[in-house]
């Protein structure tokens, strides 16, 4: 990470004040102890066929592994805590520099850090509903009754639940929809912590008028955009606050 770069995303970032879009991927909450499942080598899916096991098929067919697997996998992510990025982020917005995050991750640490508009494509770990009469539990809630039960139940009506992320062969949420608005209204979007090479990721920035990257690693969009910063998000984002004296 370069001063110079942290000063030129800091300057876009005043031009392009209240016109902005941040986007977050998995890098952002590694720095909050939670593993980036793309990883080459170090992460879950390079041994384990996520398809397999969070699909929407693997849920109603073999809703007992779903489960089993689904806490094991998740649990531990409920009591997570933000990070610097997170923070930094959530004083951007409060400061007017950006209107909307965008994010894919479905850790909550956005909201948990102070974001008020946030947008998740790939849904939340806060809340699961039932399968027959739509009502909503805590996750927290849902995964306490394992392993006692093989398959968490509605209180109401004794149905089984599903989580209120969006599974493979689940269809994309409206959150997805609202978030190619919001990058089309924006003069500027800020990808963070993303490789930028699946969707909605390499989607989204492909739409942008004006793009900047922080991620640890080059990514393939990293030639179109205005600014390229390479380092964790907490230390960058943290050193934007700091160049705008937030
Ligand atoms: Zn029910």
């Known amino acids: 990470m370069q001063q110079s770069e942290v000063q030129a995303l800091a300057n876009l970032l005043k031009r392009h004040r209240g016109q902005a879009t941040v986007f977050t991927g998995a890098g952002i909450s590694t720095e909050s102890g939670i593993p980036d499942f793309r990883s080459p080598g170090t992460g ?26 689904f806490s094991k996998v998740f649990g531990p992510t409920l009591d997570a805590q933000p990070n610097a990025g997170h923070i930094a982020l959530a004083a951007l ?37 039932c399968n027959s009469c739509g ?33 493979f062969g689940d269809m994309m949420p409206p959150a997805f929809t609202q978030a190619l608005q919001a990058v089309e209204q924006s003069q500027l ?17 492909f739409y942008a008028s004006h793009l900047a990257i922080v991620n640890r690693d080059p990514t393939p969009a990293d ?20 160049e705008l004296k937030l």
């Open 189 to 205: 979007v800020l990808m963070v912590g993303s490789s930028l090479t699946v969707s909605p990721a390499n989607t989204l920035a």
């Open 93 to 129: 917005e409060n400061a007017g520099y950006i209107h909307t995050v965008i994010t894919q991750n479905i850790d909550g640490l956005h909201q948990k850090a102070g974001a008020k508009k946030v947008l998740e494509v790939h849904g939340h770990l806060r809340t699961v509903r």
């Open 44 to 69: 879950l899916w390079s041994h384990i066929d996520p398809m397999e096991y969070l699909s929407v098929d693997a849920l109603y067919a073999r809703p007992h592994n779903f489960w089993k697997y």
């Open 135 to 167: 009502r909503q539990y805590p996750m927290k809630e849902a995964l306490a009754q394992l392993p006692k039960v093989p398959v968490p139940r509605c209180d109401d009506c004794g149905h089984s639940v599903r989580p209120d992320v969006v599974l």
């Open 223 to 242: 030639g179109r955009a205005d600014v390229v910063v390479h380092g964790t998000a907490g230390q960058v984002l943290t050193a934007v606050t700091e």
